[in-house]
Each structure stands twice: as structure tokens, then as C-alpha cells.
């Protein structure tokens, strides 16, 4: 029978034991040994804890000073204003196979391609430089899908140091955080904090769509939420 998954006070107290213990020897080499360490010290068989209203709710482990990206969801449904393969024939590039496709990073500087990130107030679109619209994204839609995705995340932010080609990790902090919005997004947008992934490509009669990505930097991610609590 599957274990139940950990409540809030439960998470409280297993991390403050985790967090006196001080430095602990990673279980697993790679980018994973994080998560996997605090998991196997913790006993959190499922990855997530149970909140009052949320249910479960999963918990994100960083180490400290990393800015690596990590995906928050991805949002297609009745975006596009222009056809999909015909913004992939139009805008996209050729990889080393000769396949032409639409993988960019959207920012407010144009691609090689002259597209960019426009942001409103309501909205954000990728278009042409020549105004041309590619996709448009409403605001708070985009809040909406992240809530649908996110309600709530655990975040644990660990220091890291190696030790004879070792990986060790010292659990120093804990965060809830709920809640967002279409304001808090588009800011973030703003900012850089969030970026926008197109990733889709030429499938002959069709596009083949992998989702537009929705990422964030993972040091960036409290900005992303109206509350945040200290566990």
C-alpha cells in the first residue's frame, strides 16, 4: 500500500534535523544527487508533502548560487495567429540535418529571423519585426496554466562542495511558496526571469509542436509567487 504522502509539520520537522546535521555525502553523482539526497534523508517516497486546500504539492531542491532553468509548464491552446508551419517555413532556422524549425528564446531583441518578444499590459506576443504576429498569450491565462500546474512548490536551497570528486550538500533553507499572478508574471517577463521557449518544426505537411516553454532561472524563483513562507 502507497505510503501517504508527508504533511507540512512532518516536512518542518525532518528538515530541521536535515539542516543541523550539517554537510551529508550525496547519494547519487550528477545534477539529480540533490534531489535524491534530501528525498532519501527525508523519507519522501513520493516527492511532494500534502497542504491543507492543495493537496499535494511538490517539493524543488537548488543548490545555492545555481541559475540553472527549470520548466514551469508549457501553453499552446489557440495561441497562434499565424499558421504553425507557415511561421516554421517563414521565421525558422535549419539545424545540422537540414530540418527547419522554431527553437528560440524569445527575448524583446530580435532573433537572427527578426522575431521578438512583444509584452502589454494584458498580453505577450511573438511577432516580426515588421509587426507581423506569430502567437499571442494572454496574461492572465499564462496565470491560470501556472496555478493549473504550480499551486504551491516547497523550495529547498542547499550549499554545495565537493570532496575528493564527491558531491556534499548542506540543507540551509526551506520556503513554501503559493500564488501567483498576471501582474507577478509579466514583470518577471519583464525582467528576464521567465522566458518563453519556442520549440516546434517542420514535419513535412504539418508542424510538429513540442510545446511552447514557459522557464525560469531556479534562484529566481520566490519572485514568482505572491507568498513566501520560511519553514
Same mark, same amino acid.
Given at each position: 500500500?502507497?505510503? $501517504?504522502?508527508?504533511?507540512?509539520?512532518?516536512? =518542518?520537522?525532518?528538515?530541521?534535523?536535515?539542516?543541523?546535521?550539517?554537510?551529508?555525502?550525496?547519494? =547519487?553523482?550528477?545534477?539529480?544527487?540533490?534531489? !535524491?539526497?534530501?528525498?532519501?534523508?527525508?523519507?519522501?517516497?513520493?516527492?511532494?508533502?500534502? %497542504?491543507?486546500?492543495?493537496?499535494?504539492?511538490?517539493?524543488?531542491?537548488? #543548490?545555492?548560487?545555481?541559475?540553472?532553468?527549470?520548466?514551469?509548464?508549457?501553453?499552446?491552446?489557440?495561441?497562434?495567429?499565424?499558421?504553425?508551419?507557415? $511561421?516554421?517555413?517563414?521565421?525558422?532556422?535549419?539545424?545540422?540535418?537540414? =530540418?527547419?524549425?522554431?527553437?528560440?528564446?524569445? $527575448?524583446?531583441?530580435?532573433?537572427?529571423?527578426? %522575431? &521578438?518578444?512583444?509584452?502589454?499590459?494584458?498580453?505577450?506576443?511573438? #511577432?516580426?519585426?515588421?509587426?507581423?504576429?506569430?502567437?499571442?498569450?494572454?496574461?492572465?491565462?499564462? $496565470?491560470?496554466?501556472?496555478?493549473?500546474?504550480?499551486?504551491?512548490?516547497?523550495?529547498?536551497?542547499?550549499?554545495?562542495?565537493?570532496?575528493?570528486?564527491?558531491?556534499?550538500?548542506?540543507?540551509?533553507?526551506?520556503?513554501?511558496?503559493?500564488?501567483?499572478?498576471?501582474?507577478?508574471?509579466?514583470?518577471?517577463?519583464?525582467?528576464?526571469?521567465?522566458?518563453?521557449?519556442?520549440? &516546434? !518544426?517542420?514535419?513535412?505537411?504539418?508542424? #510538429?509542436? !513540442?510545446?511552447?516553454?514557459? #522557464?525560469? !532561472?531556479?534562484?529566481?524563483?520566490?519572485?514568482?509567487?505572491?507568498?513566501?513562507?520560511?519553514?
Amino acid at each position: 500500500m502507497p505510503r $501517504a504522502p508527508m504533511t507540512l509539520d512532518e516536512f =518542518r520537522e525532518g528538515f530541521a534535523k536535515i539542516k543541523q546535521a550539517g554537510y551529508v555525502r550525496s547519494t =547519487r553523482s550528477g545534477p539529480t544527487g540533490i534531489g !535524491h539526497t534530501f528525498e532519501t534523508l527525508l523519507g519522501l517516497a513520493e516527492d511532494n508533502i500534502a %497542504l491543507p486546500d492543495l493537496g499535494e504539492v511538490e517539493v524543488k531542491t537548488r #543548490r545555492v548560487n545555481s541559475s540553472s532553468m527549470v520548466t514551469l509548464f508549457t501553453f499552446n491552446r489557440k495561441v497562434w495567429r499565424m499558421k504553425p508551419l507557415e $511561421a516554421v517555413k517563414k521565421y525558422g532556422t535549419f539545424d545540422k540535418n537540414g =530540418r527547419q524549425g522554431l527553437y528560440f528564446t524569445m $527575448a524583446r531583441t530580435p532573433t537572427s529571423t527578426g %522575431l &521578438l518578444l512583444h509584452i502589454e499590459a494584458e498580453d505577450i506576443s511573438v #511577432r516580426h519585426v515588421s509587426g507581423e504576429v506569430v502567437a499571442v498569450w494572454n496574461l492572465e491565462a499564462l $496565470a491560470q496554466q501556472f496555478m493549473k500546474k504550480i499551486p504551491a512548490l516547497v523550495l529547498v536551497s542547499a550549499l554545495s562542495e565537493l570532496r575528493g570528486g564527491v558531491e556534499w550538500f548542506n540543507y540551509t533553507r526551506a520556503q513554501l511558496l503559493t500564488g501567483t499572478s498576471s501582474a507577478i508574471l509579466r514583470e518577471q517577463i519583464l525582467a528576464g526571469n521567465v522566458v518563453v521557449d519556442l520549440r &516546434l !518544426h517542420d514535419k513535412g505537411t504539418r508542424a #510538429r509542436n !513540442h510545446g511552447t516553454g514557459f #522557464r525560469a !532561472h531556479e534562484d529566481k524563483l520566490t519572485f514568482l509567487f505572491q507568498t513566501v513562507i520560511e519553514l
